[in-house]
């Protein structure tokens, strides 16, 4: 062989190499769709591990926040007990036991940012008051609460029951 048949020959050979190396380089169909599949089936997974785990998140969040709801009312709930176990007890100790109960009870609230509102005299708002009743009294403003039935209560701007009223004009 010559020189230059050598070097033909190997020329061949390097374009046969980079005709096979192309080839695998380049992928089909058919793989580029697996590797699609592949993807999407990842992501998916992907997806229901995070609805679970926040679904997870959520129910404890909520049990926690339960939980601190209860902590703070059970010393009222322990004087309660304490109340009713005293036998010969008059009524006015019996009142005032019950005025500390329901006082420790409202700082309890007024802890977990509960606000109590609904007061003789305010002016009536839709949002905050259920107005029950209805009176004409001259002496009065217009839309004035002239008897609170029920307190409302609240946390920030969001109510959580509304004042039962009775409203004038």
Do not use: C, W
């Not at 708002?125 to 209560?153: C, R, W």
Request: net charge negative; hydrophobic share 35%.
């Amino acid at each position: 062989m010559s020189k230059k048949d050598e070097k033909e020959e190997i020329l061949e050979e390097e374009e046969v190499k980079e005709e096979t190396s192309q080839e695998k380089k380049e992928p089909s169909l058919e793989d580029e769709l697996k590797d699609t599949k592949d993807q999407l089936l990842r992501t998916a997974a992907e997806y229901a591990n995070y609805r679970a785990r926040s679904a997870k998140e959520k129910e404890q969040t909520y049990s926690n926040a339960k939980g601190n709801v209860i902590a703070e009312l059970l010393p009222a709930i322990d004087n309660l007990e304490r109340a009713l176990a005293q036998e010969n007890s008059d009524y006015e100790a019996l009142k005032k036991g019950v005025q500390m109960t329901l006082d420790g009870i409202m700082a309890s609230l007024e802890k977990l940012g509960v606000e109590q509102y609904g007061e003789n005299g305010d002016a009536f708002d839709p949002n905050f008051h259920n107005a029950v009743m209805h009176i004409e009294d001259e002496s009065l403003d217009e839309n004035v609460v002239t008897d609170v039935f029920q307190k409302g209560y609240k946390i920030n701007d969001r109510v959580i029951r509304p004042a039962m009223v009775k409203t004038a004009n």
